[in-house]
Nanobody, 115 residues
Framework: QVQLVESGGGLVQAGGSLRLSCAASGYIFRFNVMGWYRQAPGKERELVAAMTVGGNTNYTDSVKGRFTISRDNAKNAVSLQMNSLKPEDTAVYYC?????????WGQGTQVTVSS
C-alpha cells in the first residue's frame, strides 16, 4: 500500500520561510511526477509545483521565484522550500505523486502565513 507522509507545515509570519517534505513508502518504482498541491478555504485545489523523474519542473505563477521543489528519486521523496511567504499562501498543502496509472495523495499539512 502506497503512503505519502508529509511534514514541515506550521505558522509563519509574512516574509518567512518553511520547508515541506514528503516521503513515499510501499512503492518500489520511481514516480513519474511528484509535487505539491494546495487548497485554501473556499477555493479549489491547485497545483503549486511539480517535478518529473527527469528533473523538469513546473510552478504555478504565483510562487515562481519564491518556492523551489526538489526530489530524491532513490527515496521517492519530494520537498518544497517556500521563501518570502505571503498570507495568500495560507492553505493545506498536499503531497502528490503519479505513475500515470494512479494518483497518490498525502494527508495534507497546514501552512498558515500571518500578516
Amino acid at each position: 500500500q502506497v503512503q505519502l507522509v508529509e511534514s514541515g507545515g506550521g505558522l509563519v509570519q509574512a516574509g518567512g520561510s518553511l520547508r515541506l517534505s514528503c516521503a513515499a513508502s510501499g512503492y518500489i518504482f520511481r514516480f513519474n511526477v511528484m509535487g505539491w498541491y494546495r487548497q485554501a478555504p473556499g477555493k479549489e485545489r491547485e497545483l503549486v509545483a511539480a517535478m518529473t523523474v527527469g528533473g523538469n519542473t513546473n510552478y504555478t505563477d504565483s510562487v515562481k521565484g519564491r518556492f523551489t521543489i526538489s526530489r530524491d528519486n532513490a527515496k521517492n521523496a519530494v520537498s518544497l522550500q517556500m521563501n518570502s511567504l505571503k498570507p495568500e499562501d495560507t492553505a493545506v498543502y498536499y503531497c502528490w505523486s503519479t505513475n500515470w496509472l494512479k494518483n497518490y495523495w498525502g494527508q495534507g499539512t497546514q501552512v498558515t502565513v500571518s500578516s
